[in-house]
């Protein structure tokens, strides 16, 4: 499997349920290059979401690819994804349906699928810091034979899935009274497949009085040992605390479940 600007290394691995393909790719420089006015007009990854991968889910994410030739599309022949500092990428490119939309352009859209089983040891540094900026490149045909080989045709983020758990007590408490709220914040290392403390972090504790409509930031406090979180508040009314993380350019924002807290 081949595709401009790249040099691509296959290994499979015989996993539960069946044999899985993981495609690894090594950025030598962008470039575009082919035959004819065939030409990619624009490309949407997974609806512009960030992709973000755990450590057990199997996830299959859309490329959405319009192209355009004056013959019509035929469609694509070539897809790959890969990190734009690293140079490496992995997922499997599962077929293609293109739709017409006119006489001279389709959007064809290429599922990318991706098993977090495949990730520990499949790079020879830590899988994990290809977290981040992505990008796709991919070849595209028309009817009458043109084809062209496109670098960069889109980029987006793929992130590590995060986790984030919330505690207020005592409950009930007090008016006026204080109240300690505690959590934590991890994330999904591709390495071993578990979820590990991510410290450092800038976290914001939220409360939502009962009745509110919408939860509001009280402070920000900054994840320690384990990624372990402790504050103290005072409670003036009843109602539901939570955590909010915005996430970085590796890592999935996460918002905890409120722990509804009452006065007695």
Known sequence: ???GGTRTVAAAWALAGGAA??????ATGAHAEGKGDVRVTDAVVNGGKNVVVGTS?????PIAITVRDDSGVKGLSHVSVFDKSDGWGFGDWTGTT???KSSTTSVCTAPMTLDPRWLPGSLPEDVNHTAGVWQVDATVKANDG???ISDDIAEFKTKRA???????????VAKGGRLTVSGRLTRANWEDLEYHGFTGQDVRLQFKAAGAAHYRTVKTVRTGDAGKLSTEVTATS???????FPGT???ARVVSAGDSVRLG
């Open 162 to 172: 995060s986790r984030l758990t919330t505690d207020a007590s005592p409950e009930p």
């Open 57 to 61: 889910k199997r996830i299959t994410y």
């Open 238 to 244: 009843a109602g539901s605390w939570r955590w909010y």
């Open 98 to 100: 293109c739709v017409k």
């Open 1 to 3: 499997m081949r595709g």
């Open 146 to 148: 043109d084809y062209w």
């Open 21 to 26: 393909a993981l495609t690894l790719l090594t």
């Open 249 to 251: 350019t590796t890592t």
